[in-house]
């Protein structure tokens, strides 16, 4: 069955500083990967999403990830921390559907909280 | 509309009540999942349905607790005889499936219910 490792339940970083949010993921197949944030009192809004097109994957606001077969990887990284970047990431795993699991279903990991200083 | 949908956003009820809380999901999505947040807390997975499929419902947490998908689209969570502990924000979310696999998926902004 698939699930997901956020390793870091808070991180804290300076304003201009890179970000790294750390993800691990387990799957039978080819997952569909997918990152999003929830800023204080506010929805889930996705950041981006892998499903199996090119590894490296663009999103919004700056952020990327790259989807790392070998290492079972989906780590979220921006060069350039900003103050409005402050929230609660999750990062997502989806089975292949028809490869056993709850296929389709989505696996949240526990998330982790981004704080960025001055 | 353009997303998903959930009503009411806000629902105060008394405990050993009964509530009803409904999603629409986007137009085309197949699959549509209902978790829920508790204060401070990650999401804790209740229930998914996939088209014609059973729905999973592993992660309902007691009797209490169901749900309906009517024509593949709407879909309304039932709590009955509802506790304190029930009290959270409770997310609906939909997914388009290509090629047997998830492409997107979008998140409602959900309903804050508080028990009285």
């Known amino acids: 069955a698939q699930s997901v490792t956020q390793l870091d339940s808070h991180v804290s970083v300076s304003e201009g500083t890179p970000v790294l949010l750390r993800c691990n993921y387990s799957s039978s197949y080819s997952p569909s990967l997918f990152w999003y944030v929830q800023h204080p009192n506010k929805g889930l809004q996705l950041l981006l999403k892998y499903t199996s097109a090119a590894t490296l994957v663009k999103g919004i606001n700056g952020f990327e990830a790259e989807f790392k077969k070998s290492e079972t990887s989906f780590h979220l990284t921006k060069p350039s921390a900003h103050m409005s970047d402050a929230a609660e990431y999750f990062c997502?795993?989806?089975?292949?559907?028809?490869?056993?699991?709850?296929?389709?279903?989505?696996?949240f990991g526990k998330g982790t909280k981004l704080s960025v200083k001055p | 509309g353009a997303g998903v949908s959930q009503s009411p956003s806000n629902k105060v009820t008394e405990k050993g009540k009964d509530v009803e809380l409904r999603c629409d999901p986007i137009s085309g999505h197949t699959a549509l999942y209902w978790y829920r947040q508790s204060l401070g807390q990650g999401l804790e997975f209740l229930i998914y349905?996939?088209?014609?499929?059973?729905?999973?419902k592993s992660g309902l947490p007691s009797d209490r607790f169901s749900a309906e998908r009517t024509g593949g689209s709407v879909s309304t969570l039932t709590i009955q005889r509802t506790q304190q502990e029930d009290s959270a924000v409770y997310l609906c979310?939909?997914?388009?499936?290509?090629?047997?696999?998830?492409?997107?998926?979008?998140f409602g902004q959900g309903t804050r219910l508080t028990v009285v």
């Open positions: 349905f996939q088209g014609n499929s059973a729905p999973d």
């Open positions: 997502v795993v989806s089975e292949r559907m028809n490869y056993g699991g709850s296929q389709g279903n989505l696996i």
């Open positions: 979310a939909s997914s388009l499936v290509g090629g047997g696999n998830v492409i997107e998926a979008f």
